[in-house]
Nanobody, 129 residues
Framework: VQLQASGGGKAQPGESLRLSCSAA????????VGWFRQASGTERQWVSC????????YYQDSVKGRFTISRDNDKNTVYLQMNSLKPEDTAVYYC???????????????????????WGKGTLVTVSS
């Protein structure tokens, strides 16, 4: 079982990046997937999550209208399209998968999987001019 987050990098304010969360060893279609971020000196918090398909998605207010989460179950991948990036989006971004029927995706206390192997290693996003 492995999740891999990728696509981070440097961007200027207003630019875009797309993050990918790819799964190996299990079918991501049976899982809710969340993107989390942790800025330096802060706790990790969820940014967005997606249930079975693109019709059920959730976002933190800070990214609504700028970020879009989507999934391609055939490719076993979930994406986070980040547009109009701001310096405050700078953080390490992580993805996590937890079973659809017990996931708290979208709830205030959503914290992703309790299993380390259902977390991807972080990818750093730096937004700076």
């Amino acid at each position: 079982v492995q999740l891999q987050a990728s696509g981070g990098g440097k961007a200027q304010p207003g630019e875009s990046l797309r993050l990918s969360c790819s799964a190996a060893g299990f079918a991501l279609a049976s899982y809710a997937v969340g993107w989390f971020r942790q800025a330096s000196g802060t706790e990790r918090q969820w940014v967005s999550c997606i249930m079975r398909d693109d019709s059920t998605t959730y976002y933190q207010d800070s990214v609504k209208g700028r970020f879009t989460i989507s999934r391609d179950n055939d490719k076993n991948t979930v994406y986070l399209q980040m547009n109009s990036l701001k310096p405050e989006d700078t953080a390490v971004y992580y993805c996590s998968a937890d079973y659809l029927y017990t996931s708290r995706c979208g709830s205030r206390d959503y914290s992703g999987s309790t299993r380390d192997d259902y977390w991807g290693k972080g990818t750093l996003v730096t937004v700076s001019s």
